[in-house]
């Protein structure tokens, strides 16, 4: 149901519809979207301050340019809302009903206006380069706008794009929406040069975008709505690449989200009046324990380095380093800069632990091939958000396993629970003989026990000995595999083995073999895809055998938006499914 039948949002369907609207208009519906942004945000969570801060920037772009014709790239497009809103997707801001239909991402299987499906930072201008090229070699005279903000400036492809988009001699406008953050604080030296240019109004010569060789001009509120209009009037079909400095405030509108703009980067559902999540808090985490850890060993005098990219609130690591600031590194939003100078301290002496999220982790492939693996540096990683979940198609993360354990010299430890964990960390951290990465478990946090306190051979954990189906539970998926093991054992009348892997990357081949003896049938649970996951590792050993394996995950493709427990069904992943799997393969062929 429309909660605000009375705003004037309702009487936008496209950006045509603003632009015979007044100055007054438009300022009444940013301050309506800055009230629906909040409302939606409260009641499902999702990215706050990016899109408070960008309203005016957004309605002066479609008021003066004309989308889908003229192409606006949103870099990350986690700051997207606004642009929603005018472009056929109110709804999914003003109905509660209509929330779950619009993505928080650009997603051009919404609209027309949104011209590729972006999550991961720094994209928009190599984007805006190729767009301009192929306008130019189709011989189509469209305005192409890339927006990137500060933050998403500090990662390797924005150089790329800036670089050449130098090279272009044709249309193309770069805003640079700089609100002196990223999803923390900015790390690097190009800050510098860009405060330099706010505190100088765009003038000092410290100016890294025309030492590229690109035009450039400075706006000093971005949220002055009529400002934005007339600096966009004076450059739409300008005839050659330009830099808008576009200085905005995060969180604009919304004083905890201008105040802590860390912690409303991305929020939760939360408390409107106090601003405080109104979702249960945890009372222990992985991540809390891995900190606890990493401040003995430093304590212990052990040089470890805890290192991430821009993301410390992810692993409570904000903790760390105020306790431990010479022992830790934020690289920014740069994912290869991250791991490749962590190799290099490694060779060192220096005990490097990468904080990585796995859908970021995509980023620094190359460095993992090349630098990690290649160099068999021992670095330590924190791999978290492996698992099938119900985020964006932009933020999956069940593909680490496959992209992760068939690169040489890697060896990916899973644990079951926390003991285990601590175990695999505190082993990793002291030897120094390969990489070791750890995938985080994302379930509410269990409590085992460790089988071994070294773990550089493989040696499969059996949590029980049975016969007939042998259940391999990777991970987080350790409690599926006892529930399934449980209702086997009720409604087929089989009493399971059931089998912790710790490692995805290796196979213990004799308790592989030995399973062989008197068990039919493998059955391996992992949160991830399993194409190329560690199901079909297990598979592949019994090929040339009569064991038959049923390997459980997801399949290959994108999930985006969908509930958990429907991606479960559909992906046969709730007991009953596996159970009732298990019994076909073994009995219908009798």
Same mark, same amino acid.
């Given at each position: 149901? /429309?909660? +605000? ?26 301050? $309506? ?5 909040? $409302?939606? @945000? ?28 003229? !192409?606006?790239? *949103? ?8 642009? !929603? ?12 009903? +209509? ?42 005279? @469209? ?16 150089? $790329? ?58 706006? #000093?509120?971005? /949220? ?14 300008? @005839? ?11 969180? !604009? ?41 990493? #401040? ?21 690591? !904000? ?15 740069? #994912? ?72 040489? /010299? ?16 505190? *082993? ?35 949590? +029980? ?12 998926? *350790? ?6 093991? #449980? ?31 008197? +068990? ?36 290959? $493709?994108?999930? @985006? ?30």
């Amino acid at each position: 149901m /429309n909660q +605000h039948p009375d705003f004037l949002l309702n009487e936008v369907n496209e950006p045509e519809d603003i632009k015979t609207m007044s100055l007054d208009e438009l300022k009444q519906l940013a301050t $309506e979207m800055r009230q629906l942004i909040l $409302e939606r @945000d409260e009641k499902i969570g999702g990215h706050v301050g990016p899109n408070l801060g960008i309203v005016e920037t957004t309605l002066a772009l479609h008021y003066v340019f004309n989308s889908p014709h003229d !192409k606006i790239v *949103w870099d990350v497009s986690h700051q997207c809302y606004a642009h !929603k809103m005018l472009t056929g997707r109110k709804q999914g801001f003003l109905d509660p009903d +209509h929330y779950d239909e619009v993505s928080g991402f650009t997603a051009p299987e919404e609209s027309d206006h949104d011209f590729f499906k972006v999550g991961h930072t720094s994209t928009s201008v190599a984007l805006a380069d190729g767009l301009a090229i192929a306008r130019d070699k189709l011989g189509k005279t @469209d305005n192409v706008i890339a927006v990137i903000g500060d933050g998403s400036l500090s990662g390797g492809l924005a150089f $790329e794009g800036l670089n050449n988009a130098a090279k272009l001699q044709s249309n193309l406008i770069i805003v640079v929406n700089d609100n002196n953050m990223s999803i923390d604080e900015n790390q690097g030296g190009l800050y510098k040069g860009l405060k330099e240019l706010r505190d100088t109004h765009g003038q000092s010569s410290n100016n890294i975008f025309k030492f590229m060789g690109l035009d450039y001009r400075y706006v #000093e509120d971005g /949220n002055d709505l009529s400002e934005m209009i007339k600096v966009f009037k004076n450059v739409k079909d300008i @005839d050659h690449p330009i830099v808008l400095h576009v200085h905005t405030l995060k969180g !604009k509108g919304f004083k905890p989200a201008e105040e802590n703009e860390m912690e409303y980067h991305w929020r939760g559902p939360f408390d409107p009046q106090t601003g405080k999540s109104t979702e249960p808090a945890a009372k222990e985490s992985y991540s809390a324990a891995v900190v606890d850890e990493l #401040e003995k060993q430093v304590a212990a005098g052990v040089p470890i380095m805890a290192m991430n990219a821009a993301i410390p609130g992810m692993f409570d690591l !904000k903790r760390f380093q105020a306790k431990y600031p010479d022992n830790y590194w934020d690289s920014g939003i740069a #994912e290869q800069e991250c791991v490749t100078s962590a190799v290099a301290m490694a060779t060192r002496g220096i005990r490097p632990v990468v904080f990585m999220n796995s859908t970021f982790l995509q980023r620094a492939y190359d460095q993992l091939v090349h630098d990690v693996a290649l160099n068999d540096a021992p670095i330590v990683m924190i791999v978290r958000g492996g698992t099938i979940s119900d985020d964006s198609a932009t933020h999956q993360g069940s593909l680490d396993i496959s992209f992760i354990k068939n690169i040489p /010299n890697l060896e990916y430890l899973v644990p079951t629970n926390l003991e285990e964990m601590m175990a695999m960390l505190k *082993w990793a951290i002291k030897q120094t003989d390969t990489p070791i990465l750890i995938r985080q478990p994302e379930k509410p946090v269990i409590h085992g026990q460790a089988s071994q306190t070294d773990y550089s051979n493989i040696d499969y954990n059996f949590a +029980h000995h049975g016969n007939k189906v042998a259940i391999m539970a990777v991970g987080d998926f *350790w409690q599926l595999g006892e529930h399934v093991r #449980e209702l086997m054992k009720q409604q087929l009348h089989i009493d399971a083995s059931l089998i912790n892997p710790e490692s995805v990357t290796g196979i213990d081949q004799q308790d592989l073999h030995y399973l062989q003896e008197d +068990h039919d049938l493998v059955v391996t649970l992992e949160d991830g895809t399993v194409h190329g996951g560690f199901g079909e590792t297990v598979a592949r050993y019994y090929g040339p055998t009569d064991m038959k394996v049923l390997s459980f995950g997801a399949p290959r $493709e994108f999930a @985006d938006n969908v509930p958990l427990n429907v991606l479960y069904e559909w992906y046969h992943l709730t007991p009953q499914q596996i159970v009732d799997d298990v019994e076909r393969v073994l009995y219908s062929s009798l």
